[in-house]
């Protein structure tokens, strides 16, 4: 008999009814897609902290990525700030670490940045790729160090089934100021482990 979505427990009822505080995602199909390909694969306890850190990175990826848009716009901008003259001076204004700490944004290198990695995803080496993401961030952001998961090269994990959902994650948004403003990253947690 074949499994449909409501035959699988995720754990949350949350995740069940694609719900979670009350209110609805708008991506929760993408969000049971992701657990999806995982699925079968390993133990729910597992797949839900590849899925879970990969989001966290997607997070902070996207509100440094919004946030180093904005400074670009702003140094060619004549009387911002900001505003630089040549191309080179642009550049560094929007690579200054400390633009991004003064508004609570996460610096993101740019070999951890969610682009970065997604142009990679198809690679085999993408788990080893997404290990040295998480140690990057961690070592530019003291208060994340030793809390992101830095397994995902790791033989049992599939790294087709990861590129996989590299690529899906990518098509969600969650770190622009709209979605840190609902708390998305919160909500996206609970769907997985309330």
């Given at each position: 008999?074949a499994k449909?979505k ?9 995740g069940?009814k694609g719900k ?11 969000l ?7 699925r079968?694969?390993?133990?729910a ?5 590849v899925v ?6 997607k997070?902070i990826s ?12 702003e140094a060619?901008?004549p009387?911002s700030?900001?505003?630089?003259r ?9 690579e200054d670490?400390?633009e991004?700490?003064a508004?609570n944004?996460?610096?993101v290198?740019?070999a ?9 995803a198809?690679?085999?080496?993408i788990?080893k ?9 961690e070592k530019?952001n003291?208060s994340?160090?030793?809390v992101?998961?830095k397994?995902?090269?790791r033989?049992?994990l599939?790294k ?8 899906l994650?990518g098509?969600?948004g969650?770190?622009d ?18």
């Open positions: 008999m449909t409501a035959s699988y427990n995720t754990g949350s009822k949350a069940r979670a505080n009350g209110a609805n995602l708008g991506f929760e199909e993408k049971w897609q992701a657990a999806d390909k995982l079968g694969h390993m133990d306890a597992e797949y839900k902290h879970l850190g990969l989001i966290f990175l997070y996207d509100a440094f990525q919004e946030r180093h848009a904005w400074l670009l716009r060619g901008r009387g700030e900001y505003y630089v040549d191309e080179r001076g642009r550049y560094a204004v929007a670490r400390d991004y700490l508004e944004v996460f610096w290198p740019p951890a940045r969610w682009p970065h990695l997604q142009d990679r198809k690679q085999p080496t788990g790729l997404v290990d040295e993401a998480m140690d990057a961030i530019e003291v994340l160090k030793g992101l998961p397994d995902y090269a033989p049992t599939d087709q089934r990861l590129g996989e959902l590299i690529d994650v098509t969600i969650l770190g100021e709209a979605s840190r403003s609902k708390d998305i990253l919160g909500r996206v947690y609970e769907y997985f482990l309330v």
